[in-house]
C-alpha cells in the first residue's frame, strides 16, 4: 500500500481584505480576504514551514524531498537542497525540484508514488509552494494567496491509499510569467476557462473514473482545482457532485488562490474532516491535468487537525504594507551604513548552525550554548561538546528590543533573547508578532525565514515567534 502517512501546512496569518485591494482601485471587490506572506518570507521559508509539521505529526524517516513551485527564489540553484539542509535530513536525501507549472506539485506528487512503488525510496516529501503577484487593478492581484503544504508519501503507517492516478497533457497558452517578470499575465478568461479548464478537467475525471470503474456518488469529498469560484462551482455541477455534500471548499474566500499549494491545501483541508473508507476524488489542472482516487484508512486519526484552528490567527494588514512587502514602492532607505553581503564560504562552514540551527552542549556540565563553541561557559571543559539541535525547541522571551532605526524593511523590528526550554539561548528576531503583543516571558517557537539580500545572495535563518 502506498499513499500519503503524514502532511503539514503553512498558511501566514497575515490577511489582506479584498475590499482593501479594490478601495484602492475604485474598482469592483471579489469579497473575502487573501493570505498574505510577510517580507521575510517566500516559497522556501513556507516550504520548510511545511515540512516542519509533515515531520511533526510523526513521520520518522525521510530519504526524498521535491519541492514544487513557480516562484522559487533562485533561477540557477536548487531550492530542495536548501529545504532539507534546514530541515537537517540525511545527506543522502534524494532532492528535486518541480517548477514553471501549477500543476507541479501533482507532478511531484506522481513521481513520489512511483519511486515509492519502485522501491528506491521508503518516505519522500513533496513540498508545494508559492507565492504569487498579480499586477495591480488585476483580477490576479485580489484573487492569489501565499502558502505551502508538505505531503509525504510513503509504504506503511498509510492515512490515504492511492488507489489509482490518471494525467494527460495540454498545450494552451492560458496563465504565463516571463523571465525577469514579477506578474502573472494571462489571455482572454472566457476562452481559457471554456476551451482549457472545463474541456480538460471533463476529460480527466470522468477518464480516471471509467479507468477505476467508479461513479460520482462513491466519492465522500471531490478536490478539484478551479482558477476561480464560479468556474469550479460549474464543473462540479456538470459532472454530477454535490456541491453542498461533495465538493470541498476551494478557499478561495479565506486564503485566496495559492498556485502549486492550491490543491494540496484543498486536500489537506478534506483529510482533516475525513473518516476510515472515505474515497476522495482529487484533481489538479495546467497545461493538462492530474486524477488521483484516495482511500482513507484507519490511520487517519494519528496525524488528523482540525485546519480551522490554523485560520484563527489572523493579522490583518492594509494595501499600503502589501505594496511595501512586495517592493512595489519605492521607500527612502534608513540612514545607515550599507549591509555587507554574506560569505559564502562562511555559509558553507556554519551550515550545520545556521541552516539547522545547531548549537553545542557540554559533555561534562550539560551547559548549551549558541553558536557553537570550543569553551564551555560553565566549567571552562575544552572540545568536550555534543550537537544539540535547537530549531525543534520551544522557548520564552527574556527580554526583547522594539527598534525603531532598524534597517529592516518595516519599522519597528522586534528584536528578542530567548532562553529555551532545556537549556541555551539565542538573540534573535521575533516574526509574526506585532509590537503590542509582544511581553517578557511569552512562549515562542522557532521559524525559518529570510533576512535578506546581498550581493546576489539570499540571506536566511531562523526566527522566533509566538507559539501558535
Known amino acids: 500500500m502506498v499513499g500519503i502517512t503524514s502532511y503539514g501546512i503553512c498558511i501566514p496569518p497575515y490577511r489582506l481584505a479584498r475590499d482593501e485591494i479594490a478601495q484602492a482601485w475604485k474598482i469592483k471587490s471579489l469579497g473575502g480576504e487573501r493570505a498574505v506572506a510577510r517580507y521575510d518570507e517566500d516559497s522556501l521559508t513556507m516550504a520548510v514551514g511545511a515540512a516542519l509539521g509533515c515531520l511533526k505529526n510523526g513521520l520518522k524517516q525521510v530519504d526524498g524531498l521535491f519541492f514544487a513551485s513557480t516562484t522559487s527564489p533562485y533561477k540557477e540553484k536548487q531550492t530542495a537542497a536548501i529545504i532539507a539542509a534546514s530541515l537537517d535530513l ?12 501549477l500543476r507541479s506539485g501533482t507532478i511531484a506528487l506522481s513521481s513520489a508514488i512511483d519511486a515509492v512503488k519502485s522501491g528506491s525510496s521508503r518516505n519522500i516529501i513533496v513540498a508545494a509552494s508559492d507565492c504569487r503577484m498579480g499586477a495591480g487593478r488585476s483580477q490576479f492581484e485580489q484573487l492569489f494567496g501565499d502558502g505551502a503544504v508538505a505531503l509525504a508519501i510513503g509504504d506503511s503507517d498509510v492515512i490515504a491509499d492511492i488507489e489509482g492516478n490518471y494525467s494527460l497533457f495540454g498545450e494552451l497558452l492560458e496563465a504565463w510569467r516571463l523571465e525577469g517578470s514579477p506578474f502573472v499575465q494571462s489571455w482572454e478568461e472566457r476562452f ?19 479507468k477505476y470503474r467508479v461513479t460520482p456518488k462513491e466519492f465522500a469529498k471531490v478536490v ?61 489542472y495546467a497545461d493538462g491535468g492530474d486524477a ?48 555587507r553581503p554574506p560569505s559564502v564560504s562562511c555559509l558553507w562552514r556554519e551550515r550545520k548552525s545556521v541552516l539547522a540551527l545547531y548549537g553545542n552542549r557540554c559533555r561534562e556540565c550539560g551547559t548549551v550554548q549558541y553558536p557553537p563553541q ?95
Not at 481559457?192 to 471509467?210: A, D, P, R
Not at 490554523?310 to 517592493?327: F, G, Q, S, V
Not at 519599522?411 to 528576531?429: K, N, Q, S, T
Not at 509574526?432 to 509582544?438: A, F, N, R
Request: aromatic share 8%; hydrophobic share 35%.
Open 90 to 101: 540525511p545527506r543522502e536525501t534524494r532532492t528535486a525540484d518541480f517548477t514553471d507549472s
Open 192 to 210: 481559457i476557462v471554456t476551451e482549457g479548464y472545463m474541456k480538460t478537467m471533463q476529460t480527466i475525471l470522468s477518464g480516471v473514473m471509467e
Open 224 to 284: 478539484v482545482y478551479g482558477p476561480d469560484v464560479k468556474s469550479h462551482a460549474n464543473l462540479a455541477k456538470r459532472l454530477g457532485f454535490d456541491l453542498r455534500t461533495q465538493v470541498q471548499d476551494p478557499l478561495f474566500e479565506s486564503l485566496g488562490n495559492m498556485g502549486t499549494a492550491a490543491l494540496p491545501m484543498m486536500l489537506v483541508a478534506a483529510l482533516c474532516e475525513a473518516r476510515p473508507n472515505d474515497r476522495i476524488l482529487v484533481a489538479n
Open 292 to 339: 488521483f482516487i484516495l482511500k482513507i484508512t484507519e490511520n487517519i486519526g494519528k496525524v488528523q487537525e482540525k485546519m480551522k484552528k490554523r485560520l484563527e490567527k489572523k493579522i490583518c494588514i492594509n494595501y499600503e504594507r502589501y505594496l511595501t512587502w512586495r517592493d512595489l514602492v519605492p521607500l527612502e532607505e534608513p540612514k545607515r551604513p550599507d549591509i
Open 374 to 468: 570550543r569553551v564551555c561557559a560553565n566549567c571552562q571543559t575544552k572540545d568536550r561538546f555534543e550537537d544539540y539541535k535547537l530549531s525543534d525547541k520551544h522557548g520564552k522571551i527574556f527580554t526583547y528590543a522594539i527598534d525603531y532605526l532598524t534597517s529592516s524593511k518595516e519599522a519597528p523590528a522586534l528584536i528578542g533573547v530567548v532562553d529555551f526550554e532545556g537549556g541555551g539561548r539565542i538573540m534573535c528576531e521575533i516574526a509574526e508578532c506585532e509590537p503590542s503583543e509582544i511581553n517578557i516571558g511569552m512562549p515562542v517557537e522557532m521559524c525559518f525565514k529570510k533576512l535578506g539580500e546581498g550581493g546576489g545572495v539570499l540571506n536566511y535563518f531562523w526566527k522566533a515567534r509566538p507559539v501558535s
